[in-house]
């Protein structure tokens, strides 16, 4: 069980990161603050063309490389 943001990602214009929910802005501070209600749960980000969010990329599960 989960639930899903559909976010767009961008910068302003003094180079400060913009997430866009729900047309909502957010700085990455207030961005933060709002994934704190999910603190202990996991999380997986999927980056995907701005024109896709509303499609799942084919998902490739995989331990990750040694160093």
Known sequence: MGEVLRCEIHD?????????IDDHELSL????RMLVT?????????????????HRPKLEVREPDEQ
Do not use: H, K, N
């Open 12 to 20: 302003s214009d003094d180079g400060q990161l913009v997430v866009v």
């Open 29 to 32: 501070a207030e961005f933060g």
């Open 38 to 54: 999910y603190a202990g749960w996991g999380m997986r980000i999927e980056f995907v063309p701005d024109d896709r969010t509303q």
